[in-house]
């Protein structure tokens, strides 16, 4: 069992939603921030979401307002609700501390879930 896994990707036609899941260990404390990136083919990873312990909310400009980042800290659980889907948020999507983890003096990142949107 890795420390991040994520659930919750899928093929959807635009203007779909998608709810996302990722389990942390509890390694990772309930007071770090989390986030949700995402990996377009031939782009760089970005940072699409992040929450607070508290449950604030930080979003890039292209997502704000149709998705929604929210976490269960006793279940150290983070999802990601993505609604009106565009075919511009095809990507893997990964989550994450923010920054990113870093074990064993290695970036770590989780297998990630595909999203993929498309009519």
């Known amino acids: 069992q890795g420390q991040l896994v994520e659930s919750g990707g899928g093929s959807v036609q635009p203007g779909g939603s998608l709810r996302l899941s990722c389990a942390a260990s509890r390694s990772i404390s309930s007071l770090t921030p989390m986030g949700w990136y995402r990996q377009a083919p031939g782009k760089q990873r970005e940072l699409v979401a992040s929450i607070t312990s508290g449950g604030n909310g930080n979003y890039a400009g292209s997502v704000k307002g149709r998705f929604t980042i929210a976490r269960d800290n006793i279940k150290n659980t983070v999802y990601l609700q993505m609604n009106s889907l565009e075919p511009e948020d095809t990507a893997v999507y990964y989550c994450?501390?923010?920054?990113?983890?870093?074990?064993?003096?290695?970036?770590?990142w989780g297998q990630g879930t595909q999203v993929t949107v498309s009519s």
């Open positions: 994450n501390t923010v920054p990113s983890l870093v074990v064993n003096g290695r970036p770590y």
